[in-house]
């Protein structure tokens, strides 16, 4: 594996890429510093130098970072339980196709609750896409797989995931939604729940 040290994250990406590079891993989503692409056998670790590293703010009166995926995060929990959790307010500030890709994470909890807006979402083996929207919420077992597939301009949720930092990993093979519905399914121990707000 080779590690390089890198100021710009997204235009080192961008640059592998066009070399026929595929991303396969980042880490954290908040404020990405770390990231593993593939082509072939060959595996190339990027790591944002310290100088260039995105410091997140505390507390929800402070300021937005760029995260995975163009999504806008900010952290809510100050101090983030020595790193045991981080509750993050995420915005989507662009309407349309979100640039996502088919993902999981390494996780022991995750729950997702719309704020604002709408979200079109897909899970798999959890049937067809569909909507959040203000109050609607799911909990995303560790390792299932999913992608954000398109949005409405600002719309926004809260994310809770234990432990804080974790490992955003690319599914190049799956396709969603998956032929099969299987609602009951365990990942790690946890099930797929959704709930949908009074309307």
């Not at 992608?147 to 396709?175: F, K, N, Q, Y």
């Amino acid at each position: 594996m080779l590690e390089i040290q890198s100021e710009d994250l997204y235009k080192a990406i961008a640059e592998y890429e066009a070399l026929g590079y595929r991303l396969d891993m980042i880490t954290p989503a908040d404020s990405p510093r770390e990231v593993q692409l593939s082509k072939n056998e060959k595996i190339v670790r990027l790591v944002l130098s310290r100088e260039s590293v995105q410091v997140l703010p505390s507390g929800a009166q402070n300021g937005w970072v760029n995260g995975r995926a163009g999504m806008m995060y900010r952290d809510l929990l100050p101090g983030r339980m020595g790193g045991m959790i981080v509750v993050s307010h995420i915005r989507l500030i662009e309407g349309g196709e979100v640039p996502d890709y088919v993902h999981y994470h390494k996780v022991e909890f995750q729950m997702i609750r719309c704020i604002k807006g709408r979200i079109r979402v897909v899970y798999e083996d959890q049937g067809e896409p569909f909507w959040l929207e203000p109050g609607d919420w799911v909990i995303q077992p560790p390792e299932i797989r999913h992608r954000v597939l398109e949005c409405e301009a600002g719309s926004e949720v809260i994310e809770i995931s234990m432990p804080a930092e974790h490992e955003t990993w690319l599914d190049h093979e799956m396709m969603l939604p998956t032929s099969e519905h299987r609602p009951d399914r365990n990942f790690g121990g946890q099930r797929f729940v959704r709930h949908v707000a009074d309307k």
